[in-house]
C-alpha cells in the first residue's frame, strides 16, 4: 500500500474538514478510512427507492452564526432556505416548541399579547435556584415545575436515559424559552440547507487528487497496514485507548423509517418534527424529511420515528461531571501523543452542533499546519 503523510479516520466533519486542509495547505498525501459503507458520517444523506431525500441517521438541520464556517461550506455546496419548526405534542394539542408566546397561549387558554405578559406569566411560575447546576435547575428557574414537567422531563429522561437533575444544565440550556410569537426552532441569522443534501457537499470536500478514501474500512484492521507519518482520529478517544480507565457513556438511536403515499403531492405532518415529551410514548419524534430537503411536492412522504437507545453507533456523549472527569483523564494520554490530533464530536467527547465541528476541524487544522515543519 501506498504511504500517507497522514492517516484520517472518520469521514464526518472534523474529517474530511481536516482531510482538505492537509491536502490543500500542507501538500499531505491523505487517506481517509471509515467504518461506514459512506462518507459524511451522521450527516449522510441519500434517495431511498420511493425518490425520497432522507437523513440516514435522523434529522440534521444546518444553522450558524458564524461568518467562517459559511464561507468555508459555501466552497462545497450552494444553499436552500430553510427555517426548522417543531411541533410537541402536548395535553392532546401541538404546540411550538421552543416553549413561545402562543404554547403558553394554547396551553392555558390566555390571550397574552405581548413580551412582557408573557414574562410576568412565567415569572410567576418560575422556581428560585441558588445555583444553577443541572438541566432541572436551569428549566424550573426559567418557566417553573409545571412546563418543565410537560415539555422537559419526558422527553430528556427518554433521551439520554437519565433524569435532568442527573445532567450537565447545558443539555436543557440549549433550548431557549421565548416570550414572542418567533416558532423557529433555531434563531442563527444562517439557516440553510445544502442545495444538492450534505452527502454532496462532503463528496467536494474530499475530491482532491491528494486524498484517498476507503469506506467500510475499519482502523483497527489496518492500522499496522498503513503506512502514514501523522494520524487524525475523530472516533471515541475512549475506544482508541482500549477503554484502559472505563468506557465513557454515549446515547445512541434507532429510526424506524416509514414511507406513505401522498396523493394530494402534500405533507403527513404539520411541521417537519412532531416532538412526544410524554414517558408514555416510547420515540422521542417523528420527523418528514421532505420539509427539509425541498421535495415540496411528491407522491408519498417518508418519515423517521426516533428511538433513543443504550446501544448502538455513538451518538451523544452524556455531559456530566463524572464523565468529564472520566475525559479529563483519556484527554491526557492523547496529548502524549505529538502525532495524533484528536477532533471532534467524540474524540472530544463533546455535544456539539454541525457548524461548532466544522469551526473546531478548521482551529484544529490551523494548528496543526503550524506545527509541521517548514519545506525544505
Known amino acids: 500500500m501506498d504511504a500517507y503523510d497522514t492517516l484520517v479516520v472518520g469521514a464526518g466533519y472534523a474529517g474530511s474538514i481536516m482531510a482538505r486542509e492537509l491536502a490543500t ?27 425520497v431525500l432522507v437523513h440516514a441517521y435522523g434529522p440534521h438541520i444546518f444553522h450558524t452564526t458564524s461568518e467562517k464556517v459559511v464561507q468555508y461550506l459555501s466552497a462545497f455546496t450552494g444553499w436552500r432556505r430553510y427555517e426548522h419548526r417543531v411541533l410537541a405534542r402536548v395535553d392532546g394539542q401541538l404546540v411550538p416548541m421552543p416553549i413561545n408566546r402562543t404554547t403558553v397561549n394554547r396551553l392555558y387558554g390566555l390571550g397574552l399579547t405581548t413580551d ?39 422527553y430528556t429522561r427518554k433521551q439520554w436515559q437519565r433524569d435532568p437533575s442527573e445532567l450537565h444544565a447545558s443539555v436543557c440550556a440549549r433550548i431557549p424559552i421565548r416570550t414572542d410569537e418567533d416558532d423557529r426552532y433555531f434563531t442563527d441569522p444562517f439557516q440553510k440547507m445544502p442545495a444538492d443534501g450534505y452527502t ?56 424506524e423509517l416509514r ?22 410514548v416510547p420515540y422521542t419524534r417523528t420527523t418528514e424529511f421532505r420539509h427539509m430537503t425541498g421535495q415540496d411536492r411528491h ?78
Do not use: C
Request: avoid cysteine; hydrophobic fraction near 35%.
Open 25 to 51: 495547505r500542507a501538500g499531505h498525501r491523505v487517506l481517509v478510512i471509515d467504518r461506514r459503507g459512506h462518507i459524511a458520517g451522521n450527516a449522510y444523506d441519500y434517495e431511498d427507492e420511493h425518490g
Open 116 to 154: 412582557a405578559e408573557v414574562e410576568r406569566f412565567l415569572e410567576s411560575r418560575a422556581e428560585h435556584v441558588d445555583h444553577v447546576r443541572t438541566s432541572e435547575d436551569v428549566v424550573v428557574a426559567k418557566v417553573g415545575r409545571e412546563l418543565y414537567e410537560k415539555f422537559f422531563r419526558g
Open 200 to 255: 454532496a457537499m462532503f463528496r467536494r470536500i474530499l475530491d482532491h487528487p491528494l486524498i484517498d478514501v476507503r469506506i467500510d474500512t475499519d482502523y483497527w484492521d489496518v492500522k499496522d497496514e498503513i503506512e502514514h507519518g501523522r494520524l487524525v482520529y475523530t472516533g471515541p478517544i475512549d475506544g482508541f485507548f482500549g477503554n484502559r480507565f472505563g468506557a465513557l457513556p454515549y446515547r445512541s438511536l434507532e429510526f
Open 259 to 280: 414511507n406513505e403515499p401522498t396523493p394530494d403531492l402534500g405533507y403527513l405532518l404539520p411541521s417537519a418534527t412532531v416532538n412526544e415529551p410524554s414517558e408514555d
Open 299 to 376: 407522491e408519498s412522504s417518508t418519515v423517521a420515528v426516533e428511538y433513543p437507545r443504550s446501544e448502538g453507533d455513538p451518538y451523544y456523549p452524556i455531559p456530566n461531571d463524572e464523565t468529564r472527569a472520566l475525559y479529563r483523564r483519556y484527554e491526557a494520554l492523547g496529548a502524549n501523543l505529538p502525532d495524533v490530533t484528536f477532533v471532534g464530536r467524540l474524540a472530544r467527547y463533546q455535544y456539539l452542533n454541525m457548524d461548532q465541528v466544522v469551526g473546531q476541524a478548521l482551529s484544529a487544522a490551523d494548528k496543526l499546519i503550524a506545527s509541521l515543519p517548514a519545506a525544505a
